[in-house]
Every structure is written in C-alpha cells, then in structure tokens.
C-alpha cells in the first residue's frame, strides 16, 4: 500500500486546480482514477479540489474511482475509505478553508469525518496495477502517487502504457514529482509545466 496524506504535493494539486478542471468542467461526465490510494486520503482530497471548483450541477457529472491491491490491507483500506474518519494529525496538511467546510467533528474531539457530499463522489475496488489492464475506461484524469517507483522500469512503462489507453483525448495525468516519463511514452504525454507532475494525453 503506498503511503499518502491529505493534500500531499501541493504543486501538482495546485496544477489540477488550476489546469485540468477548469478544462474538465463543462464535459458531460468527468471519470477520476485514483490508482494506488491507499486509505483515502488523495481520492478524497481530488474530490475537494473539485468540490471547491465546480458548482453542484457540474459536480454531477463526477465520478472517482479508488483503487489499491494489497490484498492484507484492503479489508482495513476498504472499512477507512468507507468510514471517511481520519485523526486530527491526519487532516494537518488541509487548509483550513477545506477543514471547516469538509470535515466533520464526531463524538472523539480528536476524530474527523469527511462530509457525506465528498463521500458520496469516490467509489472504491481492488485493482492490481500489474495486470496491465485498467478497471475501467474512458478517464478524464488519473492520480497516481508514489506508486511507480516500486515497479521495474519495464514495469512502469507497461502501466503508463495502460494509463493512456483508459485516458481520453486530452485526459490528464497527474504523477509524482520525481517520476520520469520514460523515453518510449514521450510522445504519449506531454508536460505541461517545468518540473511540475502533471501530463496530457497526445493524440495517438
């Protein structure tokens, strides 16, 4: 299970908000993927990044798909996605206009919930990465953070590969910082900013 936190990557998460869903606003359905999250934490901080960005009609039209493998974990992964309750130290990193809007005290002071509303935009499965075959299709923007660089080389380009098949035209997709595109795909993708971990599908 790879690590995550609320809001980790302030820069990429920074290029989503600014780049891809103003982009994505006005199609008639937007698909997330979320590959490799963990116990919730990114899937649910892209669906307040776009929460904050899209009225509630628009919101409609979201979909964000969360998924993770590891077979020993999923059972406590699959109960804290669902339960959306997270430590005070775990919604550190969230600014406070997100804190006091989309999360929730509970009976333990020290104990949060994730509002229904954002709940409600992420849907959960195992998916392992390395079957090479996506769950699904037609995704307008996939999230995966420190994923790859637990995979051989061979390995990450097989699942690139994968990422731009289920992307649609123009899809975008949003990796860390230190993860480079390999030499095979860089016509695949294009950067759209220096240094910053967020790519566009190319026409094939």
Same mark, same amino acid.
């Given at each position: ?29 937007? =698909?997330? @993927? ?58 550190? @990193? ?21 509002? $229904? ?27 995966? =953070? ?9 390995? $990450? ?21 230190? $993860?480079?595109?390999? =030499? ?15 790519? $566009? =599908?190319?026409?094939?």
């Amino acid at each position: 299970m790879a690590y995550t936190s609320f809001f980790r990557d302030a820069d990429a998460l920074r290029a989503i908000g600014d780049v891809a869903i103003p982009d994505l606003a006005h199609r008639r359905e937007i =698909k997330v @993927w979320d590959a490799g999250c963990a116990t919730g934490e990114e899937p649910y901080t892209v669906a307040i990044l776009f929460a904050s960005r899209l009225g509630p009609f628009m919101l409609r039209n979201l979909d964000i798909l969360a998924t993770d493998h590891e077979e020993s974990s999923f059972p406590q992964f699959a109960q804290r996605i669902r339960d959306a309750r997270y430590s005070r130290q775990d919604i550190f @990193w969230v600014p406070q206009e997100f804190r006091s809007l989309y999360f929730l005290p509970t009976d333990d002071p020290e104990t949060f919930q994730v509002a $229904q509303e954002i709940r409600d935009l992420v849907r959960f499965r195992k998916h392992d990465l390395l079957t090479m075959v996506a769950p699904e299709s037609g995704h307008s923007l996939i999230v995966c =953070k420190n994923v790859l660089m637990h995979f051989s080389p061979e390995e $990450q380009e097989g699942v690139l590969e994968m990422y731009y098949d289920s992307l649609v035209p123009g899809g975008y997709l949003a990796l860390d910082g230190n $993860q480079a595109m390999p =030499k095979a795909l860089a016509s695949h993708f294009r950067r759209l900013e220096p240094r910053i971990p967020l790519f $566009q =599908k190319m026409p094939g």
